[in-house]
């Protein structure tokens, strides 16, 4: 698809394409729509890093006090960070590689880089990691709403404690209602910027930052309450040592600390969208400090609600935190605060949705039709891949148990491919010769750690499936 000629605005080092693929996620550039869009001078700083924040904390981080269950806070604490420098060192390579290139986008690096199977590649994992993302989300507003049971137990969700049990908050009728009260509009949505999408693409600037920070914000509102819970619990010396290395018996337990790694690797993944933000940024050279105060913001949100969260429920952490506050946490207004943990983290996913599913859409679009014609300007075929995507969603947050299984695939499959494995094999195949052998080291290391870690967790949840044996116990 060709667009007519593009001109940024003076004195603005932003960079512009003349042919873009409408098949790739997010794709960066301002197009004309209908005679042409309004003129925009690139987002800002603050604005760039708010929207590259909502794309990495998402549903990974109320699986994070379970990963601290599993391998004790030093050892957790420590890998959260670690995991924050490798996505880090991963997205430098990328756009490293992308400027070499001269692609504005992953898909077209990979395509530079590997040819149309590459890009083929690329696209389906977006899209396993972006239907298994937004299951999570699903996952997560029903355990919040309806309640989740755990080990035979059951956690009585915001409804079942407002109105008592009834049918219609059952877990099945409440998704359902979710998906077309909520989701489904959602998705409908051509456009989630302020008349800024032109034909097939999409502008993230400033226009999603108010819903960017907003949704930012919901998430440190659940993580200030869980800090001010447990530091009340911490004065009163209700709240008891926790463990601060992992449980180690025996070899299958050894082997059940490497379930945690898809885990951490769901929680960084960005890389899909950091080229449409560095194609937005006023001056685009900003893009390294991007990403480094998006990851440090998030890395510290991480932490935080990593330590607290296992501070606060100990071994009785459930694989979704949420599903914790249920109880009387012993503390005065204790209910409320649940409700509060609870609502406010729905709110920020439901934010989060459209973000997510946009690029899911248009990929699978770019591998179904990828002739046809703009996928906005054909009505039929958009809302047959939106029913489809969203009834797919649905019925899988009605059947995967749990947000630990949804994880343990997507991170062990797609999100470890987007995030870790296909920079590396960039920078391993070297096409402009810019690589040091360091980075090529690197890269290679990153394969190997990569394809290890994640196997072994494959096998340690296949192990424990088949033995009917929960691999976090």
């Not at 935080?304 to 459930?318: E, K, N, P």
Request: glycine share 8%; hydrophobic share 50%; aromatic share 10%.
């Amino acid at each position: 698809m060709t667009i007519g000629s593009l001109k940024p605005p003076k004195h603005k080092n932003v960079r512009k394409s003349d042919r873009l693929d409408e098949k790739v996620p997010l794709l960066p550039t301002k197009q004309e729509e209908h005679g042409g869009c309004e003129e925009f001078d690139g987002a800002s700083f603050t604005g760039a890093v708010f929207n590259l924040s909502t794309t990495i904390v998402g549903a990974g981080i109320m699986a994070l006090p379970a990963t601290m269950k599993a391998l004790g806070l030093v050892l957790g604490i420590a890998m959260i960070i670690f995991m924050a420098f490798l996505a880090e060192a991963s997205i430098e390579l990328l756009l490293r590689f992308s400027r070499a290139a001269k692609a504005t986008s992953y898909g077209g690096v990979m395509g530079e880089a590997f040819g149309k199977c590459g890009k083929i590649c690329l696209q389906i994992c977006i899209l396993v990691n972006n239907i298994g993302i937004l299951i999570v989300y699903m996952i997560i507003i029903g355990d919040v709403l309806s309640g989740t049971t755990s080990s035979g137990i059951h956690r009585a969700g915001v409804l079942e404690g407002w109105f008592g049990v009834h049918w219609w908050n059952g877990r099945g009728f409440v998704l359902l209602v979710t998906t077309l009260v909520v989701f489904a509009p959602l998705a409908c949505l051509k456009r989630i910027g302020q008349n800024l999408v032109c034909h097939s693409n999409i502008l993230l600037a400033d226009s999603l930052k108010i819903t960017s920070g907003i949704s930012v914000g919901l998430a440190v509102v659940f993580l200030v309450i869980t800090v001010g819970i447990t530091l009340i619990k911490l004065i009163n010396g209700s709240i008891s040592m926790p463990r601060l290395l992992p449980n180690v018996t025996d070899l299958t337990s050894f082997l059940n600390l490497f379930t945690v790694v898809p885990v951490l690797v769901t929680a960084y993944i960005c890389h899909y969208n950091v080229h449409s933000i560095d194609n937005e940024l006023e001056d685009n050279t900003q893009i390294k400090g991007v990403v480094r105060s998006s990851l440090a913001l998030c890395a510290t949100v991480y932490v935080m609600i990593s330590l607290f969260g296992f501070l606060l429920f100990g071994d009785a952490t459930l694989d979704d935190v949420l599903a914790n506050f249920d109880a009387d946490l012993g503390i005065p207004y204790g209910s409320l605060l649940n409700d509060v943990v609870r609502v406010s983290y729905v709110g920020h996913l439901m934010l989060v949705f459209p973000i997510a599913f946009y690029p899911l859409r248009l990929n699978l679009d770019g591998l179904l039709f990828p002739s046809a014609m703009p996928l906005l300007l054909d009505n039929l075929r958009f809302a047959l891949i939106t029913v489809g995507l969203v009834t797919l969603i649905f019925f899988g947050a009605n059947f995967i148990p749990s947000i630990w299984v949804a994880f343990q695939f997507t991170g062990a499959t797609a999100a470890v491919c987007i995030g870790f494995i296909f920079p590396a094999a960039i920078t391993v195949r070297d096409r402009h010769g810019i690589a040091s052998n360091k980075d090529k080291i690197l890269c290679i290391i990153m394969i190997v750690l990569a394809l290890f870690s994640n196997l072994v967790a494959i096998y340690s949840d296949a192990y424990a499936l088949f033995k009917n044996v929960s691999p976090r116990k």
